[in-house]
């Protein structure tokens, strides 16, 4: 049976820590504020904003929803983000994607402050990702990844690690920062040939594709441990599942992510440190 690396523990620490900030923060007379723009109504989707306003309001700050209509036009999403952008009491931003394919998810990106970019989705955060370098935010999930990961000890110095998954969002972020800790990564997805035996060659798997059963049980190897990034809803089980078969998954790893209950929980965690340090930047005084 695998060791479950739950989520919660790592949060926890996270959020005792945001929670002392925002109180630094509050007593200055400053607010921090997240904006949620939304557009449609994805499960997945919904359940975050869930989890995120939940853990926002854990730690005292602040939450405003834009909620979209899914057959939204660019100029009504560009509209939204123009709100929060030049609303000096909203300190971060977090949009969902993917937009619908009738919207420009890349002139969305654009069009969001930096400055309140928590999420990585600015040209500007991903270049701080690729470069290495201390410059806007990473994405909250692929940074939720690497703490976790850290938490429970996981040595990365030279690992051999394959990620599953080549978005913007997780898959691509999420290999830099592990390399940017010293392990060698493969990254691979969907189409990769072969996939099965490149995942059993690796001392650590984070899949990341946003499709049920990715990871099988032909892909792993005792020793393995999974970081399952995957948030799907499975309607033949009316749950959300992963990206790995679990049920076959489990009984053979080292150790393994749950779902729910491994990275989202730490993602929310992450988010809010993410809008506590963007409001600690628009106010150094009291940073």
């Not at 979209?68 to 000096?88: K, P």
């Not at 996939?195 to 892909?219: F, M, S």
């Not at 078969?245 to 809010?272: K, M, N, Q, R, Y």
Request: a negative charge; proline letters at 4%; glycine letters at 8%.
């Amino acid at each position: 049976m695998a060791t479950l690396l739950k989520g919660k523990p790592v949060a926890d620490v996270l959020t005792e820590e945001v929670a002392s900030r925002v109180d630094a923060l509050r007593e200055a007379g400053i607010v921090p504020t997240l904006a949620v723009i939304r557009v449609g109504a994805r499960e997945d989707d919904l359940s975050y904003e869930r989890s995120a306003l939940k853990r926002c309001a854990s730690v005292g700050i602040e939450t405003r929803t834009f909620t979209l209509d899914q057959n939204c036009s660019q100029e009504e999403l560009t509209a939204a983000i123009a709100a929060v952008n030049n609303d000096d009491s909203i300190h971060g931003c977090l949009m969902f994607r993917p937009l619908p394919k009738t919207l420009d998810e890349m002139a969305a990106c654009d069009a969001l402050d930096p400055a309140k970019d928590v999420d990585g989705i600015t040209a500007g955060s991903l270049y701080g990702v690729f470069s290495d370098q201390n410059v806007g935010f990473p994405p909250c999930t692929a940074e939720a990844c690497v703490r976790l990961i850290e938490h429970y000890g996981y040595d990365l110095k030279g690992a051999d690690v394959v990620v599953v998954g080549r978005s913007l969002v997780i898959g691509k972020p999420v290999a830099m920062m592990l390399m940017g800790r010293h392990a060698t990564v493969t990254i691979a997805h969907t189409r990769t040939r072969d996939l099965a035996a490149k995942c059993k060659d690796a001392d650590l798997v984070v899949v990341a594709a946003g499709h049920i059963g990715t990871l099988g049980a032909d892909a792993v190897h005792e020793g393995l441990t999974v970081v399952d990034v995957g948030i799907n809803f499975d309607e033949a089980r009316g749950k959300l599942v992963g990206d790995a078969d679990f049920d076959a998954v489990e009984p053979v790893v080292d150790a393994i992510t749950p779902v729910p209950g491994g990275v989202g929980s730490v993602t929310t965690a992450v988010l809010a440190e993410h809008v506590v340090q963007a409001a600690e930047r628009s106010h150094p005084v009291a940073g």
